[in-house]
């Protein structure tokens, strides 16, 4: 089974600061996903990476194969930014694991 | 489009009762999944349906059944609730039969909220 930690567990910022998300994983993967899940409860998928970088507007998203790292950056932050950002790990043959989720608010 | 629909929103059940959770796609997607998330745990599979008339087994699926009605529905039953199975539920579904685990875009309804006394 593959562990999937993510940091920090919660993270409170001010608008405009630049966010750092991280999640490592104890088990090669062949992808890793990063959801958000807003605070009515929807969740949608943000990236599907398995190698280098993609970014889409304000959030970045990178990983490092070798490490088994993965980092969610999100520029200029805004209140509406504020949500629960979760990894999720792609193992094995069908194998899929999620990180418990970083719990963001970015205040006014 | 509606995209992943769920209903209800929330529901409250004493020990012992039975309900159904009810899920539906407009995408035209093969693939369905009921997921479960409690505090401070990730998401878990509790069953999928990779297409019409299939369904398996997914990371905890112990108390629960599920029925693929026709391709847009896809039920989770709890036949007699227990507190332990108070968690908020979601329904996602993708085109292909392995969603996320196969690098395909899953979409989630918006959960339900279920409380076992």
């Known amino acids: 089974k593959n562990e999937v930690e993510q940091s920090p567990q919660n993270l409170t910022a001010q608008e405009g600061e630049f966010i750092t998300i991280n999640c490592s994983y104890s088990?090669?993967?062949?992808?890793l996903h990063w959801l958000q899940q807003h605070p009515g409860g929807g969740i949608v998928s943000l990236f599907m990476?398995?190698?280098g970088k993609k970014k889409h507007g304000r959030l970045i998203a990178t990983i490092n194969i070798q490490e088994k790292h993965s980092s969610l950056h999100i520029t200029a932050s805004h209140p509406r930014d504020s949500a629960v950002y979760i990894c999720?790990?792609?193992?094995?043959?069908?194998?899929?694991?999620f990180g418990k989720g970083t719990h963001l608010i970015i205040q006014p | 489009n509606a995209g992943v629909t769920q209903t209800p929103k929330f529901q409250v059940l004493k020990t012992g009762q039975s309900m159904t959770l009810q899920c539906a796609q407009d995408?035209?997607?093969?693939?369905m999944y009921w997921y479960r998330q409690d505090p401070g745990m990730g998401l878990r599979l509790i069953y999928y349906?990779?297409?019409?008339?299939?369904?398996d087994k997914g990371e905890v699926p112990n108390g629960y059944n599920v029925s693929r009605l026709n391709k847009r529905e896809f039920s989770l039953r709890l036949e007699s609730a227990a507190p332990s199975q108070t968690s908020v539920y979601f329904c996602?579904?993708?085109?292909?039969?392995?969603?996320?685990?196969?690098?395909?875009?899953?979409?989630f309804g918006p959960g339900t909220r279920l409380t076992v006394l």
């Open positions: 996602a579904s993708s085109e292909s039969v392995r969603g996320l685990a196969g690098g395909d875009t899953q979409y």
């Open positions: 088990v090669g993967i062949s992808a």
């Open positions: 349906s990779a297409s019409e008339g299939t369904t």
């Open positions: 995408m035209n997607h093969n693939s």
């Open positions: 990476l398995s190698s």
């Open positions: 999720a790990v792609r193992w094995g043959a069908d194998g899929l694991t």
